[in-house]
């Protein structure tokens, strides 16, 4: 079986591949606009997910007055045109949801807003990272579509090559997945989006205020002070923790997780540095029970999770 041919293609093809990310990945010297930063925009560049996103936009609707917020239950608030700048893509569409969730209802619960996981990672997301490329804190990796689709398409020769020179057998088949995966992939990417200078800064920086934020009691909502956890004690062998998850956060390195609880009746938060596979378990609104090392004082595992929905 002679696979020179065929690896020869490959590794054609994978250079290319290589080049044109090179290519791409040069940073452009876009200015940015100079607006400020909305929360919900600098959550997304740090890597949120698209529900925190969306959990923080509804909030910042509601502190400049498009929604009214009354415990844990939201309604349409006063703000109109004219009042303040117009809300941004992604906040009308955010807006259209509060509308249709209450249907002609006075208010309804914030739990009842979250969307599904579909439609924020096809209509919520990609509003929001307009939004930032508007701001000059992203671009798109390619002008258009078309190098990913040439790039796609370029898979069918050392694909060809290899199922002309092996058949079946198993060159044939991985060159097969290999194929129907990077094609996908590169597809699926479509234009792709590459933060700037600025949108990495931006994106190394913490929450604005990680000391203060909007605590999901259990039984509503209400504003308080996140406030670091004291030293564990001493000789202990296991310390557990619980309670509702009010934010989670990261360092301005990016090493450091933190996620802060809630007892439910207090009025302050704590917060607890955890291991990042805890931190991408959990969400806003969510009730846990982590385990402690007593030596360090990091939560390195989830002993019980109830999502918030």
Same mark, same amino acid.
């Given at each position: ?185 590169? !597809?699926? #990417?479509?234009?792709?989006? %590459? @933060? ?5 800064? &931006? *994106?190394?920086?913490?929450? =604005? ?73 959990? !969400?806003? #609104?969510?009730?846990?029970? %982590? @385990? ?5 004082? &990091? *939560?390195?595992?989830?002993? =019980? ?5």
């Amino acid at each position: 079986m002679d696979l020179v041919w065929p690896a020869a293609a490959w590794a054609l093809w994978a250079a290319t591949l290589a080049a044109a990310f090179k290519v791409s990945s040069r940073d452009r010297h876009l200015r940015p606009s100079g607006e400020p930063v909305a929360v919900p925009v600098a959550e997304l560049l740090r890597g949120m997910r698209a529900q925190e996103v969306f959990h923080a936009t509804v909030f910042e609707l509601a502190g400049r007055g498009w929604l009214r917020a009354e415990g844990d239950r939201f309604s349409l608030g006063d703000q109109g045109p004219g009042q303040e700048e117009p809300p941004a893509a992604y906040e009308r569409w955010v807006l259209e949801r509060v509308r249709a969730r209450l249907a002609g209802a006075p208010d309804t619960p914030e739990i009842e807003l979250m969307p599904h996981e579909a439609e924020l990672d096809g209509q919520f997301v990609p509003l929001v990272r307009r939004r930032a490329i508007e701001l000059g804190l992203a671009r798109r990796r390619w002008p258009s579509m078309l190098v990913p689709v040439l790039l796609a398409a370029g898979l069918v020769v050392p694909w060809y090559a290899t199922i002309a020179a092996a058949g079946l057998a198993w060159p044939g088949m991985i060159a097969t997945m290999v194929s129907l995966v990077a094609g996908i992939g590169l !597809l699926m #990417g479509g234009r792709g989006f %590459l @933060l700037t200078e600025r949108g990495r800064e &931006i *994106a190394r920086t913490g929450p =604005a205020n990680p000391r203060q934020e909007w605590i999901f009691t259990g039984s509503g909502w209400q504003g308080g002070e996140i406030v670091p956890a004291g030293p564990p004690p001493q000789g202990s062998g296991r310390q557990e923790v619980a309670g509702y998850v009010v934010k989670r956060w990261t360092d301005e390195t990016g090493e450091h997780h933190y996620v802060a609880l809630h007892d439910g009746s207090s009025r302050t938060a704590t917060a607890f540095e955890v291991e990042q596979a805890v931190y991408q378990d959990v !969400l806003p #609104g969510d009730q846990v029970r %982590l @385990l402690v090392r007593p030596r360090t004082g &990091i *939560a390195v595992r989830m002993l =019980a999770h109830d999502r918030h929905r």
